[in-house]
């Protein structure tokens, strides 16, 4: 193993995140710091209408300090399957729960420095449902088709990773 934990001190406890500074000791025997942001993990999900357009969401993201384009995400909460929280943030997101919720695949958010992993789902066969959203975000829906998608992601008006990994990862599984 080219690292090893040698010791972890916590330096922040949040709502969502905790931050650490673990001493690693390396393969040859020096020693360093990482600066680690824990965080639970969360989904995001390539909602298909059944229309032939996906829907995004578009919502103020105060660290980008601006409105993104997004696919519906959100963070898995304790004792929930990741299927689960699909479900539930779709609801919350977007006001329509899935019939049918598929694995595409996951990835870490920034592995460099945090332990964030997003499991990515194709989610169909929406209905209507109560749409409830988190008490602390307005968001927008936008329902848009793959190539309107992929053209805005081109012209850098999707800036936002978790939406372009979930993206590839839908086209990687249309294309077979």
Known sequence: MPERLVSSRPV?????????VDE?????????????VVHPGAVVMVAEDGEGRILFVSQYRHAAGGTLLELPAGTREAGETPEATAARELGEETG???GRVEALGGFYSAPGFCTEYLHAFLCTGLRPSQRQADFDEE????PLTLAAALERARRGE????KT???LLLYQLRKAN
């Open 12 to 20: 922040f406890a949040g709502r969502v995140i905790k931050v650490q």
């Open 24 to 36: 690693v000791a390396l393969a040859d025997g020096r020693h360093s710091q990482r600066e680690v």
């Open 96 to 98: 329509y729960e899935p």
């Open 139 to 142: 968001i927008a829906l936008v």
């Open 158 to 161: 999707i800036e936002d990773a």
């Open 164 to 166: 372009l990994g979930a």
